[in-house]
């Protein structure tokens, strides 16, 4: 099976994704990039995660072309593509509906740095989409407009898109965004939130790239902590 570790990792995290409440039913989508063949294999459209299997996912190249698959792909294929079209560095990109993230997008604002983890993001505001109907180019577009140096970007009315350089990074930035979202809709409630300088962001920033335990050899770290 073409793509078979990364079909296998797509479904485990699909699973991961619905039981961590990230995102509800059967929205949101997952894929995993190899840029030495330029194929992404990426979550199918409407299925349950539960019952998702790795021959399930489908494998697409970035030019909207299925490789391999008998499922029709996540209809966000466009999203994914646009992700890595942007980010060399990106292997894995996560979009969900996650509750807090979507609120935000609701309002058409950007993320704030009411939190320092934000700074995963590699950014000290996460920036909002424009809206456009899903699984459109012009979706895809706006999120390309907007991205810059930033790995995750709200998306108006709709939800929340991360990459990362593996899958459970992506995933992890996925969760702490979420987090961010959830504290600044919180300290709204109560008045106006205070948000950390650029400064302070920019030592942030830096404090990340040493956090967390030296890795071994061979041994991924999943970026999930701060
Ligand atoms: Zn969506």
Redesign the pocket.
């Known amino acids: 099976m073409l793509m078979e570790k990364e079909r296998i990792e797509i479904a485990e995290y699909g699973r991961k994704m619905s039981s961590s409440g990230l995102s509800k039913g059967t ?2 989508n997952i894929s995993i990039y190899d840029p030495e063949t330029g194929y992404m294999a990426i979550s199918p459209s409407g299925l349950d995660y539960f019952s998702t299997q790795p021959e399930d996912i489908v494998v697409m190249d970035l030019k909207n072309n299925i490789i391999d698959g008998t499922r029709k792909p996540s209809s ?1 294929h466009g999203l994914h593509t646009v992700m890595y079209q942007n980010k060399p560095e990106a292997r894995a990109a996560v ?1 969900t ?1 996650s509750t807090f993230c979507t609120t935000i997008s609701c309002l058409n604002m950007p993320l704030r740095a009411v939190h320092y983890v934000i700074g995963g993001a590699g950014v000290p505001e996460v920036p909002c989409a424009e809206y456009a109907t ?1 699984g459109t180019m012009e979706l895809a577009e706006n999120v390309e407009k907007v991205i810059g140096k930033s790995k995750a970007v709200l ?1 108006a009315n ?2 929340l898109v991360t990459c990362g350089p593996t899958l459970a990074k992506a995933f992890g930035l996925a969760v702490n965004v979420e987090f961010v979202a959830e504290m600044q809709w919180r300290a709204s409630c109560m008045g106006n939130p205070v948000v950390l300088s650029n400064a302070e962001m920019d030592v942030v920033m830096e404090s990340f790239k040493s956090y967390g335990q030296p890795s071994k050899a061979g041994e991924k770290k999943d970026g999930t902590g701060y």
């Open positions: 929205s949101g966000e979009h509906h899903f998306l709709h939800g």
